[in-house]
């Protein structure tokens, strides 16, 4: 029986996160039985060039010799405590260092668990109950977030989920990303009525699609004018498209920011954080509740701290840019040559290729009308040739600083081979 097979007895569809079960690609999904740098290890022994760096916190690497040693070390001292630690402390200070805009911070365990809290609290903070979000943006799967939403909800084609109450679901008003005019509209009409705008400041769950130039100032205005929290979701972009987050390249303070991934540097941890007034509305100091046994667990913090420290030197972001420049130049030269439209983006060490004819993809739309055949047959060549990407059409792809030109330029060279017989 296959390892696929065995875990399908007793998980729920064999996986604990649906993507991961190669829903979009078809096949069985590959189990992993270590990772090293740019490199993950198979049960059967296959060797892959890692580019989901598990979705995303791997940003070192696998296996930093520094973060490995903080968790160890950690670890000896006490596993969980449910008790304040200094580390908590220390990685909050650091956290809010790196992004101004965070005065006051929360841990938690989850990106899912951050942006639900940071929602309630934008509820709890304004009064109000009504939320914008936008089209193929993901954002976790708590109840008000799981409308029309990227990720593995859009690759299973169930972008609203069943079980999420009407009564509930009617407060989320959906918009299209990147659409100015129909934000305007909507802040027309229900402004006084929103609590909140949440949004990826460069979407990662529908691929890869940046935003136009000033929708972001937009969404600043209009949320300043009608009293609504505007939380940026960089559970996915923090200290991954630059040391500050989406929103330093923006030149945007958000009033919420939530953050997971890199923070754990690879253990469950997440945050969200903002402004002390609003921070403030959150309990004990305030009404608002939210709650976590293993919220700010030593370890976690650990491996937080220690990935923070390192990616907060000279040049780390250069360097890291520089890499997936390369990795994604290479590819759009040998998708050209191949005569194959394939749109790219990248920033920081985050990147899409979406199969379009559009040379520029910008909207949810454009990126659902892509060719996903052609992205299934490119995901399992390049899986053949030794590389690992993300097994759907709709995530975005992560490179790390253990990724050498070895690793980009052999990349390269086999996604030549899989166009070459797209
Ligand atoms: N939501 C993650 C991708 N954006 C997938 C998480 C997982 O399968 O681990």
């Given at each position: ?386 590389v690992y990407l993300a097994p759907s059409a709709f995530e975005a792809g992560f490179v790390s600083a253990a990724h050498g030109d070895d690793e980009i330029n052999a990349t390269i060279a086999a996604a030549r081979n899989v166009f070459a017989n797209l």
């Amino acid at each position: 029986m296959s390892l696929f097979s065995e875990a399908q007895q007793v998980i729920a569809g064999g996986v604990n996160s649906p993507v991961r079960a190669f829903a979009g690609v078809g096949g069985d999904p590959v189990f992993f039985r270590s990772a090293t740098g740019a490199w993950v290890e198979a049960e059967d022994g296959r060797k892959f060039i890692d580019y989901v760096g598990s979705w995303g916190p791997m940003i070192l690497g696998h296996g930093h010799p520094a973060v490995l040693e903080a968790v160890t070390t950690t670890a000896q001292s006490g596993l969980s405590f449910g008790a304040p630690c200094v580390l908590e402390t220390r990685i909050a200070e650091k956290i809010c260092e790196l992004m101004p805009a965070i005065e006051k911070i929360r841990m938690v365990s989850s990106g899912t668990e951050a942006t639900m809290s940071a929602i309630r609290l934008a509820r709890g903070h304004t009064g109000r109950d009504k939320i914008i979000k936008f089209e193929g943006c993901y954002h976790g799967h708590s109840d008000s977030l799981l409308i029309k939403a990227g990720s593995g909800a859009l690759t299973l084609g169930v972008p609203s989920s069943p079980g999420v109450p009407a009564g509930l679901a009617e407060h989320t008003i959906t918009l299209p990303f990147n659409d100015a005019d129909a934000l305007a509209a909507v802040f027309g009409e229900l402004g006084s009525e929103i609590a909140c705008v949440i949004v990826e400041p460069i979407a990662g769950n529908m691929n890869m699609v940046p935003p136009e130039p000033g929708f972001h100032d937009s969404l600043r205005r209009h949320c300043t004018d009608a009293g609504a929290v505007l939380i940026f979701d960089e559970v996915m972009t923090g200290f991954r498209v630059a040391k500050g987050g989406a929103q330093s390249l923006f030149g945007i303070t958000p009033d919420l920011t939530t953050l997971g991934k890199i923070v754990g540097g690879g253990m469950p941890a997440a945050a969200f954080g903002g402004r002390a007034d609003i921070m403030a509305s959150l309990a004990p100091d305030g009404p608002v509740y939210q709650a976590g046994t293993l919220s700010g667990n030593p370890v976690a913090m650990a491996a937080g701290l220690a990935t923070l420290e390192l990616i907060d030197v000279a040049g780390f972001y250069e360097s890291l840019a520089a890499r997936t420049q390369q990795l994604v130049d290479g590819i759009s030269r040998a998708a050209a040559d191949n005569g194959i439209p394939l749109a790219t983006e990248c920033e920081g060490g985050m990147f899409g290729l979406v199969f379009s004819d559009d040379a520029v993809v910008r909207r949810f739309d454009q990126v659902a009308a892509a060719d996903t055949d052609r992205f299934k047959t490119f995901f399992h060549g390049m899986l053949d040739e030794g590389v690992y990407l993300a097994p759907s059409a709709f995530e975005a792809g992560f490179v790390s600083a253990a990724h050498g030109d070895d690793e980009i330029n052999a990349t390269i060279a086999a996604a030549r081979n899989v166009f070459a017989n797209l």
